[in-house]
């Protein structure tokens, strides 16, 4: 077992970071969190409600599927979920449509899933199933749904991790917390205070070493910790800028098997919901599908605030990568007037507020999520090692179906405490 009496220092105050500091603080261990930005919660991004009328995020919103280990936190928490209702439409260059649940290849698609035994890249896995003109429409769909919602390179990601999602046509259910991911943040970062763990705002951690005693963590500002352990919790890309133990460092060779994809997020506010005005049969209207350059848009339906959320993942928001969040914003506006037909000074005029951040452009994330390519779950398995005094988690180790999500981080935060507990 491990020494009650220990110090550990979490780098980050993320779901996964929060979440490790909290249990490990109730098991009676001292717990000190660096966390790089001036606030808690890494890539959940509360917005101010005073301008969007409601707690918005501009990071993760959805909770995705069945979330047991979010559902039992904002229980315990006493935060309610809204479950997401409403129809997806979508625009194929010249009208609006509701968006065809069901391809006519549906049940092909499904009975070679089923059948699939050993992992390949979905473009591989689309060139060898299904490479007709007669699929072209299946393809392009898979291809916008890995892109989109995975923020993957279907390139490079696995068909296996991503099988259980197209069993269900990507129909898996989604809901909001009520006050946002900010709410559940705030409320764990609190009960992290409650248990005695410290958190330290604006520590850019940038080194950690273990020669023969205590563990060492340096900041960038000059602040050193001393402790018995370390659990890194930052996203993927930041974990080569922080100088490493070499047993540390051997695994993080793995890393470069894990996915990790970028998102473009806009919010708009409008002094009222002119598209339904507009077409007054979207009034129910959730997600809004298209090729434009925002190709993703949904609404806060069933609640009635006037705000369209635009979404951009995966390898081609590196089309966009010039572009500043006033640029964004009129990239938005601008796939507006096409999908809907309007003049864009029309819609501009109704503009009340407005947010937009490229995650790749945020210093302290370089990106989104992770996902999974053919030879993440081995990699996976290597990082995840509580094999010395320098441990890592993060929503890209998690295993289960729904890696990338702020479940998986929560999840995995979990997994590291249950490791430190177990020695």
Known sequence: MS?????????GAGAAGLMAARELARAGRKVTILEARQRCGGRIHPLPAAEFGYAADGGAEFVHG???VTRALLREAGLSLQEIEGERWSFDGTKLTRAARDDPHEAELQAVLSDLKDDLTVADFLRLHFAGDNYAPMRHSIERMVEGYDAADPERASTLALRAEWMDGGHAPQARIAGGYGAMIEWMAADCRRHGVTIRLGCVASAIAEEGGPVTVRCAGGDVQTCDRAIITVPLPLLRDIALPAGARAKLAAADDIGFGNVIKILLRFARPWWRERKADVADMTFLLSDEVIPVWWTRYPDQHP???????????AELESLDAQALIDAGLGSLATVFGLPRDHIARELVASAATNWAHDRFARG???????RTREAQAILALADGLVLFSGEALYRGRDMGTVEAALASGLETVAAILQR
Do not use: K
């Not at 020494?3 to 780098?11: A, F, G, L, M, R």
């Not at 705000?307 to 081609?316: K, M, Q």
């Open 66 to 68: 069945e979330a047991p």
């Open 307 to 317: 705000v369209l959320t635009g979404w951009f993942g995966g390898p081609r928001t």
């Open 3 to 11: 020494d009650p009496s220990e110090h550990i220092v979490i780098v």
């Open 368 to 374: 989104a999520y992770s996902w999974a390519t053919p």
